[in-house]
């Protein structure tokens, strides 16, 4: 596909987005590809540049703060399509081609675990389970994986994403502005790994607090006055 860009959101990934940078290259040759570095203190954005990514440097403002700063960045860039995945390993980017497959009919197509052998940890999967009805009982729309965080886009929806996207607000968040912004979305069940090492959003006493943020966020997000478009 032509004017395909990708984004890899990353902090403190060394170890890791060397290799998800070449197994995008390997599925997508002719692709863009450019790591949000959001405040590591490791070499992720030295290791993302020697294995040819482009980066943008982000401070430590959290993941919602890597997104917000990805997406305005990249709309001063040419494509027509920007898939989104993490630099941890979970998200094979070997399933992209699956995403690009459907974005030509909507807005926003989401990797989903639902319908494949990868649900993850029942702390995760009853997580994910509560957001779901959540964003369900606040769009009217339900959606079975509201934690994944690889995309396919349109440049439609990283406008809106980049104009109204709060920093503090991601996963199920980003499904309820997406609906409320009327864009539609569709999700394509992908078989995804789990993180092998480091710390992840959903472990431990982290998983309560993130389930808690994204459920105070997301109602924030639908009670409150659509802005207009820039």
């Given at each position: 596909m032509q004017g395909l860009a990708v984004m890899i959101p990353a902090h403190n990934e060394a170890q890791r987005v060397g290799e998800v940078i070449d197994r995008v290259r390997g599925t997508l040759p002719e692709s863009d590809v450019f790591v949000v570095d959001s405040g590591s203190t490791d070499e992720t954005a030295a290791v993302a540049k020697a294995h040819g990514a482009k980066v943008i440097a982000q401070g430590a403002s959290g993941y919602g703060g890597?997104?917000?700063?990805?997406?305005?960045?990249?709309l001063k860039e040419s494509w027509t399509t920007l898939v989104q995945l993490d630099a941890d390993g979970q998200h094979p980017p070997e399933a992209i081609p699956a995403l690009l497959a459907e974005i030509d009919d909507v807005h926003f197509v989401v990797a989903s675990r639902e319908g494949t052998d990868s649900q993850g940890a029942l702390h995760r999967r009853l997580g994910n389970a509560g957001l779901s009805l959540a964003v369900l009982g606040l769009t009217g729309q339900r959606f079975y994986d509201v934690t994944s965080g690889m995309?396919?886009?349109?440049?439609?929806?990283?406008?809106?994403?980049?104009?109204?996207?709060?920093?503090?607000?991601?996963?199920?968040?980003?499904?309820?502005?997406a609906c409320k912004a009327g864009l539609e979305m569709r999700e394509v069940p992908v078989e995804m790994a789990e993180r092998e090492t480091g710390d992840s959003m959903h472990d431990g006493w982290s998983g309560p607090r993130h389930f808690i943020r994204s459920l105070k966020t997301s109602v924030r997000i639908a009670w409150r006055k659509q802005p207009s478009m820039r």
């Open positions: 890597a997104l917000q700063a990805g997406y305005s960045a990249l995309w396919a886009m349109d440049r439609k929806t990283v406008n809106v994403l980049a104009d109204q996207l709060p920093t503090d607000t991601w996963d199920a968040g980003i499904r309820v502005l």
